[in-house]
């Protein structure tokens, strides 16, 4: 008998409690972020003149063509292309400083740059955390200014006012580091031209 | 380096300014001394009858009786009783999310085993995390089910660290129930609100739309997971329990987009453990003491951010070699983050138990694997939610108890004979996290083949298998993820079974144990204070504290410490 009255108590608390915390609280935010900031509670999504979504302003994107800054590797691609799955996705390489598979696959990566002539530096040798950083370093966007400024054909003074617009600085100037925003700026890019 | 330090200094000033006023507010939310009351009149007596009314609304619901008291016996098998029903109705949500609305990828159920260990793992306040979120969950399974544990799993640690120092300070336990609500309904729940405004104005989403299909600038399809982040990222950090909504946990971008919703996750992890020291204080009426066992924990705590931020600025000399230049080690790491800001956090996240990552542990230099691993080990730097304060004080029990036969006198804490009964079940407490941690582990790497699944061979594997039962028993729930963990691996069916033993051993046995040790306590007459009385609260007595986590943590694991991450320094600087 007092157990099944310990057990009627628990069953009792736990649907009560789970309507609260799992139910309103959620329902609650849900109603805050449509009414306040809905930009942000559907994910900051960029959308072009058709209204068709390009990208998100937090999520980084995979660019290849010589007229675009080039974003950081990501073992996951940033959840683009073919490979991508369904539900979208994140992730790391989680290789271990000690594993010999890191430093080849630096050394690939390292030769790349060098062949594009860009300077290699940290963030563009090593994959990020979550496969979908949209920040490269402001060194790494520094010295891929010649290269773009030569494939789009502009002067590169230019091109460095517009990266210097897109630089995303640290929180009250202290906290986290700076970064440039690989989308915003080719989007801005783009739209000069 | 100087602006890194820098600025992981200033990150943790605000820790110092919260604690004594979370900590007098958790005094206050579980009645120190019940005839403090709000006398002024404004927001928060407006506030406070709000709280009073839902929280009599739920006694009048669930049928509880808020002025029972319960013994050590009964607050302990409440626990289980309500841990059992939510740990049932969380299960079988998961497994039947086929059929649940609001699945709008239509994710299939998990496999039997990855549900059962997502539940163990979310019910224990571990979170880890043998999956993806976007690939694995629905919107219903993360929100109705695992949202619902990420406050029961915290406020059941919370309610277990107040009646440990309800009974360590001569009170009765108090009642499960009561304790349970109250830290939902007065802490949890508003703090969680609070800081779900916060990211939300941060820029984390809060949505039930599907995942968005964009066409990128260069043509490619992507495909972008979104949810309703928010609210379920606020009390994942506050409540330490560190299951991500995604994947790539706090360093995805929508759980954690900027400089300012890292602040403000890296300190809601550490607010409540070290409030919860600032609360013991006030219930000894010791604030005195209280102070000395923060800095006590915060000189652990500095100590371990400053190896970790060291191993990450001075990068990986095998990489530095082909860069032609020393740089931070960034693998796994946000730029926005950096090498510093990731460095606090890990540290924080080990030592809090809250287990959330906004950078990748298993690529952090053997500097950080160092410290995060030993971390788990001693469990007490900030310790989980409650229950790490109560280890604290197991420490300090025996501290008295070492001391005490050194000088040959009867071992007191806080005017409380301390004997065989309270020894043994200090005992207990400690003993079960080696158990729990190197069986497991020595009957894994005994079969690497078939086991193991270690994705890094050499030393940093030995790391991998010992960090995972070591996360599982703390409840902590962070990992080195490249280990095959997780279904489809055909090493996942292992490791879900034995890390949820490991889970469930590290939670329950030594929460019973705390308990019947707090409940006797709280029998013994006082004895009065003497001049030969042993004082606990000295710089000299904490200085001993100390000495004593160290050489037990050290004893225990530190063969671990010197086949995995030491070994792994010295292969990597080829010493």
């Known amino acids: 008998m007092n157990q099944v009255k310990e057990f009627g108590t628990a069953i009792r608390s736990t649907l009560i409690l789970w309507l609260i915390v799992a139910v309103m609280y959620p329902l609650m935010m849900l109603a805050v972020g449509e009414l306040f900031v809905p930009f942000q509670a559907h994910g900051s999504i960029l959308r072009n003149r058709q209204s068709q979504a390009i990208g998100s302003a937090l999520i980084g994107q995979p660019f290849t063509s010589d007229k675009y800054f080039w974003s950081r590797p990501s073992t996951i691609d940033y959840s683009a292309g073919k490979t991508a799955a369904p539900t979208g996705g994140s992730g790391a390489s989680n290789l271990a400083p000690s594993n010999p598979d890191l430093p080849k696959r630096t050394k690939v990566e390292i030769d790349r740059l060098k062949a594009a002539g860009i300077k290699p530096t940290n963030d563009l040798v090593y994959t990020s955390g979550s496969g979908l950083d949209p920040h490269i370093s402001l060194e790494s966007a520094r010295n891929q200014i010649p290269r773009v400024a030569r494939a789009r054909g502009l002067d590169t003074n230019k091109v460095e006012i517009i990266m210097t617009q897109s630089i995303e600085d640290r929180f009250l100037g202290i906290f986290g580091e700076p970064g440039v925003n690989v989308l915003n700026l080719n989007l801005a890019l783009d739209k000069l031209t | 380096?100087?602006?890194?330090?820098?600025?992981?200094?200033?990150?943790?000033?605000?820790?110092?300014?919260?604690?004594?006023?979370?900590?007098?507010?958790?005094?206050?939310?579980?009645?120190?001394?019940?005839?403090?009351?709000?006398?002024?009149?404004?927001?928060?007596?407006?506030?406070?009858?709000?709280?009073?009314?839902?929280?009599?609304?739920?006694?009048?619901?669930?049928?509880?009786?808020?002025?029972?008291?319960?013994?050590?016996?009964?607050?302990?098998?409440?626990?289980?009783?309500?841990?059992?029903?939510?740990?049932?109705?969380?299960?079988?949500?998961?497994?039947?999310?086929a059929g649940l609305p609001f699945n709008s990828t239509g994710l299939i159920a998990p496999t039997w085993d990855t549900a059962l260990h997502t539940t163990i793992s979310f019910l224990t306040n571990t979170d880890q995390q043998h999956y993806s979120g976007e690939t694995t969950f629905s919107y219903a399974s993360q929100v109705l089910g695992l949202?619902?544990?990420?406050?029961?799993?915290?406020?059941?640690?919370?309610?277990?660290?107040?009646?440990?120092?309800?009974?360590?300070?001569?009170?009765?336990?108090g009642n499960f129930y009561v304790d349970l609500t109250r830290g939902i309904i007065r802490v949890l729940l508003p703090l969680s609100i609070v800081i779900a405004l916060l990211f939300l104005i941060g820029g984390v989403p809060e949505t039930l739309d599907p995942p968005i299909t964009a066409t990128t600038l260069d043509?490619?399809?992507?495909?972008?997971?979104?949810?309703?982040?928010?609210?379920?990222?606020?009390?994942?950090?506050?409540?330490?329990?560190?299951?991500?909504?995604?994947?790539?946990?706090?360093?995805?971008?929508?759980?954690?987009?900027?400089?300012?919703?890292?602040?403000?996750?890296?300190?809601a992890m550490i607010s409540i453990p070290?409030?919860?020291?600032?609360?013991?204080?006030?219930?000894?009426?010791?604030?005195?003491?209280?102070?000395?066992?923060?800095?006590?924990?915060?000189?652990?705590?500095?100590?371990?951010?400053?190896?970790?931020?060291?191993?990450?600025?001075?990068?990986?000399?095998?990489?530095?070699?082909?860069?032609?230049?020393?740089?931070?080690?960034?693998?796994?790491?946000?730029?926005?983050?950096?090498?510093?800001?990731?460095?606090?956090?890990?540290?924080?996240?080990?030592?809090?138990?809250?287990?959330?990552?906004?950078?990748?542990?298993?690529?952090?230099?053997?500097?950080?694997?160092?410290?995060?691993?030993?971390?788990?080990?001693?469990?007490?730097?900030?310790?989980?939610?409650?229950?790490?304060?109560?280890?604290?004080?197991?420490?300090?029990?025996?501290?008295?108890?070492?001391?005490?036969?050194?000088?040959?006198?009867?071992?007191?804490?806080?005017?409380?004979?301390?004997?065989?009964?309270?020894?043994?079940?200090?005992?207990?407490?400690?003993?079960?996290?080696?158990?729990?941690?190197?069986?497991?582990?020595?009957?894994?790497?005994?079969?690497?083949?078939?086991?193991?699944?270690?994705s890094n061979a050499g030393f940093h594997g030995i790391s991998q298998v010992v960090y995972e039962?070591?996360?599982?028993?703390?409840?902590?729930?962070?990992?080195?993820?490249?280990?095959?963990?997780?279904?489809?691996?055909?090493?996942?069916?292992?490791?879900?079974?034995?890390?949820?033993?490991?889970?469930?051993?590290?939670?329950?046995v030594p929460i019973l144990a705390l308990l019947l040790l707090a409940d006797g306590m709280s029998r013994k007459q006082p004895v009065p204070m003497t001049t030969g009385t042993l004082r606990t609260d000295t710089v000299l007595f904490t200085s001993v504290t100390a000495g004593v986590i160290l050489v037990l943590g050290a004893l225990s694991f530190f063969p671990i410490l010197a086949l995995g991450p030491i070994a792994e320094a010295f292969q990597i600087h080829n010493l």
């Open chain 2, 147 to 173: 949202g619902f544990l990420l406050f029961t799993s915290a406020a059941t640690g919370l309610a277990v660290g107040i009646a440990f120092i309800r009974g360590l300070t001569g009170r009765s336990l």
């Open chain 2, 274 to 454: 070290a409030a919860l020291i600032h609360t013991y204080g006030i219930f000894a009426g010791n604030t005195r003491q209280s102070w000395l066992i923060f800095g006590m924990v915060f000189g652990f705590f500095i100590i371990s951010i400053g190896i970790a931020a060291m191993g990450e600025y001075g990068g990986n000399p095998l990489i530095n070699a082909q860069l032609g230049s020393s740089q931070p080690n960034l693998e796994g790491k946000e730029v926005r983050f950096g090498w510093a800001q990731t460095a606090l956090w890990a540290v924080a996240t080990t030592g809090t138990m809250c287990g959330a990552v906004n950078g990748m542990l298993d690529s952090f230099m053997p500097a950080g694997g160092l410290v995060t691993l030993f971390n788990l080990f001693l469990q007490i730097i900030w310790g989980g939610q409650g229950t790490g304060t109560a280890y604290l004080f197991v420490y300090l029990i025996l501290a008295v108890f070492l001391t005490g036969l050194m000088v040959g006198r009867t071992p007191e804490f806080l005017g409380r004979k301390i004997e065989k009964p309270e020894i043994i079940l200090a005992s207990v407490v400690l003993l079960v996290h080696p158990i729990a941690v190197l069986i497991p582990s020595a009957i894994t790497l005994a079969f690497p083949e078939t086991l193991s699944g270690i």
């Open chain 2, 1 to 97: 380096m100087w602006q890194g330090l820098f600025q992981i200094a200033l990150t943790l000033l605000p820790i110092g300014i919260i604690t004594p006023i979370l900590g007098k507010y958790l005094a206050v939310v579980f009645e120190a001394d019940p005839s403090t009351r709000l006398r002024s009149k404004s927001v928060l007596t407006w506030l406070d009858s709000v709280f009073s009314h839902s929280e009599r609304a739920i006694y009048r619901f669930s049928q509880i009786d808020r002025d029972q008291v319960m013994t050590g016996w009964q607050y302990a098998r409440a626990i289980f009783a309500s841990n059992i029903v939510m740990g049932i109705f969380v299960f079988i949500l998961l497994i039947t999310q």
């Open chain 2, 219 to 267: 043509g490619a399809t992507q495909i972008i997971a979104v949810g309703p982040v928010a609210h379920f990222e606020s009390i994942k950090q506050l409540g330490e329990n560190g299951g991500g909504f995604f994947g790539a946990n706090s360093a995805h971008p929508f759980e954690n987009p900027n400089s300012f919703t890292n602040l403000i996750a890296t300190i």
């Open chain 2, 469 to 508: 039962y070591a996360s599982a028993s703390a409840n902590n729930g962070s990992g080195l993820e490249g280990l095959a963990d997780s279904a489809p691996a055909a090493t996942g069916l292992w490791w879900n079974l034995s890390a949820s033993m490991s889970m469930l051993f590290g939670r329950y």
